[in-house]
């Protein structure tokens, strides 16, 4: 068609050859190209580029005039025989019109590529591209779509040459699909020619076309200067060409210019995108993350090189404040960023310890019911327990019964731990029983913690029946938490007990030892319990015995199962009491 990226598509020098009358362009491969009926229906012209979206021309088009019927089937039959476009269509140059290229233009799924521009390069030479407006906003979408740039570019020169009209929304339509595959600089110059070479005053949708190229497509950072110099050419920028220079100023890092757009948008009477909003908060929470996070450093003084942890001791710019104040201001307006955005909002204030405002952020959630108002009470709780104020954590777990959010298993957990930690047993035995009346099944954690309140505490009879009920569960108590509750029962006489204790951790043990498949440690650890006198309950002979079959290495666990067997018979009355 035009240039050597046209030839790269395989497509035809066609354009490139209406200064001068050239012989025949030469074709490339197209698709299949049935026959279209000849059939007269009536349908409304479009009037705008959204509804010629070369998408919708998917399924067949129904065709106005009889021209443009007869003009696709001769097209479509001169696949198989070729001829002159000029001698083939020369019955209809009186006839064509701008209503009448569009109707063709738009079967080009019928009609295929090839043939598709041969005949808008024959009739923009019959008609000295005088296209209406929609012809040429088609024209250039379609080119777009196929990735043929300088092709699109050659034809706008065309047009330019034969004293067309190039319009607004043609621009922009170029200007986007030249951002989209990085071609930044080319669509600044089409930018820049608009009124010097084409006669032709941006307006605000070109400007936010070439915004949303500069600031939200490229990734180096050299453009948005040449951004901002744009804006601020704009008489009344909208907010789309805020909301576009957010973004570039938030990517780029300049935070403080960003916060000054976004005031001044508001002093404007103009509400930004949700997008825009979203990446001006996320940007935000992340940058305070950074301030205090803790750098790698590489040293290589020594002989063999080594890394350091450096906490991150440079300035503040407490970027967390102006997200809060960001929020706050957008909900005024009515515009909530996304669950995602305000759970990364929550956690920030938590992380830093601004309870007040991770409060003042969690009412509006609830107030406005958003589906992540449970997530947002998870988060503030673990920071209530975590800096251990407890009256705080008390009153926000009562509202969050009081709303029937059911707390999940790490809500209960840190509830619990602080409360342990604190010394308020009662409390937490109650949170406990909560737990258990609302079906959340406690894991090693609750127990544990338990466990060493209680044995702290020197309460023995409750910290025994907690390890108990945590053996049964099939949970490994930690060894500090046995330990504890062992050296109590030994205190108190209490030798049964802890001798129950003892068979029952090895019992577990060795179960789980025979469902982890490790054949060797279960070997030992019940050799060592016979040893011991303690024989393993039948839920724990059956594991052992099932996993050395399923390792086909029965023969090498036999002699001791029947030792085990054999001792069971005198102690059946034991085992079955423990």
């Known amino acids: ?189 089409l930018f820049q020619e608009m009124e010097t070479k084409f006669n032709c005053r941006p307006d605000n949708f070109v400007y936010n076309n070439m915004l949303y190229v500069l600031c939200k497509k490229d990734t180096s950072g050299e453009l948005i200067d040449v951004a901002l110099s744009i804006f601020r050419g704009i008489e009344l920028p909208d907010t789309y060409s805020y909301s576009n220079v957010l973004v570039g100023l938030c990517k780029f890092g300049r935070f403080e210019t960003a916060i000054e757009f976004f005031q001044e948008m508001g002093r404007a009477g103009l509400v930004p995108t949700r997008s ?46 102006p997200a809060v104040g960001v929020f706050l201001a957008v909900c005024d307006l009515g515009l909530l960023p996304s669950t995602f955005v305000i759970i990364q909002l929550i956690t920030e204030l938590c992380r830093l310890g601004k309870m007040t405002e991770a409060f003042e952020i969690l009412k509006v959630v609830e107030e406005r019911k958003l589906n992540c108002v449970a997530e947002g009470y998870s988060i503030v709780m673990k920071a209530l327990c975590e800096y251990r104020l407890v009256e705080e954590a008390s009153h926000l777990f009562g509202r969050m019964l009081s709303l029937e959010l059911k707390p999940k298993l790490v809500v209960y957990n840190s509830l619990i731990c602080m409360l342990c930690k604190v010394g308020r047993l009662d409390d937490a035995r109650r949170v406990f029983q909560i737990m258990s009346k609302k079906r959340c099944l406690p894991d090693s954690v609750t127990y544990t913690a338990l466990v060493h309140a209680y044995g702290e505490a020197r309460n023995w009879e409750v910290a025994y029946d907690l390890l108990m009920e945590m053996l049964g569960l099939g949970w490994i108590p930690h060894f500090h938490a046995y330990t504890l509750v062992d050296k109590l ?90």
């Open 276 to 321: 825009a909003v979203n990446f001006l908060m996320r940007e935000l929470c992340l940058l305070s993350a950074k301030e205090g996070a803790v750098n790698e450093v590489r040293v290589h003084g020594s002989r063999k090189p080594y890394t350091i942890l450096v906490p991150n001791v440079g300035p503040k710019s407490g970027a967390i404040r």
């Open 1 to 189: 068609m035009f240039c050597s990226r046209a030839r790269q598509h395989g497509t035809l020098p066609l354009l490139s050859n209406l200064f001068k009358k050239s012989s025949k362009p030469s074709l490339f491969s197209s698709n299949s190209n049935p026959n279209i009926s000849n059939q007269k229906t009536t349908t409304r012209r479009p009037t705008s580029l959204a509804t010629l979206n070369p998408q919708e021309t998917s399924r067949t088009i129904s065709i106005t005039y009889s021209p443009v019927a007869s003009i696709c089937s001769l097209l479509s039959n001169s696949v198989k025989e070729p001829v002159k476009i000029e001698s083939l269509l020369e019955d209809y140059k009186e006839m064509l019109n701008s209503d009448i290229v569009l109707q063709v233009l738009m079967n080009y799924k019928q009609l295929g590529r090839v043939k598709t521009l041969e005949f808008f390069s024959w009739a923009g030479m019959q008609m000295g591209f005088r296209f209406d407006d929609c012809v040429i906003e088609y024209m250039v979408d379609f080119l777009g779509r196929r990735k043929l740039f300088d092709d699109m570019k050659c034809f706008l020169m065309t047009v330019l040459f034969h004293n067309g009209r190039v319009t607004c929304r043609a621009f922009s339509i170029c200007i986007r699909f030249l951002g989209r595959q990085g071609r930044f600089r080319e669509a600044l110059c």
């Open 489 to 578: 029962l030994g205190e108190h006489g209490r030798i049964d007990l802890s001798n129950k204790l003892e068979r029952k951790l090895e019992s577990q043990i060795l179960h789980k030892h025979c469902k982890a498949g490790q054949l060797e440690a279960a070997y030992e650890k019940l050799r060592s319990m016979l040893e011991k006198g303690f024989y393993p309950p039948m839920y724990a002979r059956d594991a052992f015995e099932h996993a050395f079959r399923k390792y086909g290495k029965l023969e090498i666990a036999r002699e001791l199962l029947q030792n085990m067997d054999k001792a069971r018979e005198p102690s059946k009355t034991e085992i079955r009491s423990s």
